[in-house]
């Protein structure tokens, strides 16, 4: 329909002639209530915003000493969080002598890894900082 036409059938109904997708060819127009319109499209993006969930970063500590079952509950909390869509930081800390053994602590993150495998993706892999050895785990997308 031709765009003078268009104009006198929404004068006519009284309502408004609004442009809805302007990159096809020819271009595609309705008529309809255009206050409408935009309070509905500012109500969707209220219930949108208010629905969405920021993410946060949640925290695991393990110890060189932190034994296999005891890895297997730090686990789970990770699994709880992230089933809330968190991040979490897994850091073991190294205190005293432990500092020497350093492969010690890479093995015992490659272990937690392995417990979350398909659960969880590394997002940060395990690096050093201080006396702490920190690796950032997200959840995967399945």
């Known amino acids: 329909m031709g ?5 006198e059938l929404a004068a006519e109904k009284t309502l408004d002639l609004v442009e809805v ?6 271009p595609v127009c309705k008529i309809m ?8 499209q500012k109500k969707q993006d209220q219930n949108q915003r208010k629905q969405q969930k920021q993410t946060e970063v949640k925290g695991v500590r393990l110890s060189l000493r932190t034994s296999g079952h005891d ?7 990770a ?3 992230f089933k809330q869509r968190n991040l979490v930081k897994v850091s073991l800390v190294f205190r005293g002598r432990e500092n020497v053994h350093q492969e010690l602590g890479y093995k015992k993150m490659e272990d937690f890894k ?13 690096k050093k900082q201080g006396n702490n050895l920190m690796m950032i785990l997200a959840p995967s997308n399945k």
């Open 21 to 26: 997708a302007p990159n096809v060819n020819p």
């Open 79 to 81: 699994r709880r969080f």
């Open 3 to 7: 765009l003078s036409k268009a104009k």
């Open 114 to 126: 392995k417990i979350l495998e398909g659960e969880a993706v590394v997002e940060q892999e395990p």
């Open 71 to 77: 890895l297997e509950t730090k686990a789970n909390q």
């Open 33 to 40: 209530d255009y206050g409408k319109h935009l309070y509905r």
